[in-house]
């Protein structure tokens, strides 16, 4: 329900990167083109976007991804490909209007005025869909949630398609098998 109310919004194309790959926010938000591997179809995760509060002053860092596992490949799925495409247009259009930051410029994710997204542009973006999709469907309650959900979300749904522990371990860069089971992998209810 989320990608579908999303659909056409600014932060559509985050929802479809973290549903498909599992990515934390932070490698999303730091992800840059030349990351983006379009003949081999595959993610490189190498660093994550920081922001560090600087009494007053927004400065954002390119930091090593959380655990040593974490620089990794994802496979692109045909839904990801697609967005990308588009979200490379829409990229080069921002581009063409506005300056990036200095050291930010091939980000893949920026907002409208080539400025790095922030952590708080997500949950807020997640906060304002969620109160729509209530809205609009009165005989569903749909909890509020953080943006590390949809993290649990591809997990779980990996799972529930049969897809390897090991395997997942790997996507999700997790250096231990028993954290991926324990904290990722939830039953769904079509499991049972």
């Not at 559509?12 to 003949?39: H, K, Q, S």
């Not at 179809?41 to 002053?57: E, Q, W």
């Not at 990801?80 to 080069?92: A, F, G, N, P, S």
Request: proline letters at 5%; aromatic letters at 10%; one cysteine or more.
């Amino acid at each position: 329900m989320l990608l579908k109310t999303s659909k056409g919004g600014r932060m559509y194309p985050f929802f479809v990167m973290a549903l498909n790959t599992g990515m934390r926010m932070g490698e999303i938000l730091g992800l840059t083109w030349d990351c983006i591997d379009f003949e081999n179809g595959k993610i490189r995760v190498t660093k994550t976007l920081c922001y560090m509060p600087n009494n007053g002053d927004e400065i954002y860092e390119f930091h090593p991804p959380k655990t040593k596992t974490g620089k990794r490949n994802i496979p692109i799925s045909k839904q990801v490909k697609e967005m990308l495409l588009e979200q490379k247009q829409w990229r080069d259009n921002v581009m063409k209007r506005f300056e990036p930051t200095l050291g930010f410029g091939d980000l893949v994710f920026t907002n409208k005025t080539n400025y790095p997204l922030h952590a708080s542009n997500v949950k807020d973006s997640i906060y304002y869909l969620i109160n729509k999709i209530n809205k609009e469907n009165p005989d569903i309650e749909f909890e509020h949630f953080t943006p590390h959900c949809l993290r649990h979300t591809f997990a779980s749904n990996c799972i529930a398609k049969g897809m390897k522990p090991k395997t997942l371990q790997k996507l999700l860069g997790h250096n231990s098998l028993s954290t991926t089971m324990e904290l990722y992998c939830h039953v769904l209810d079509e499991t049972l």
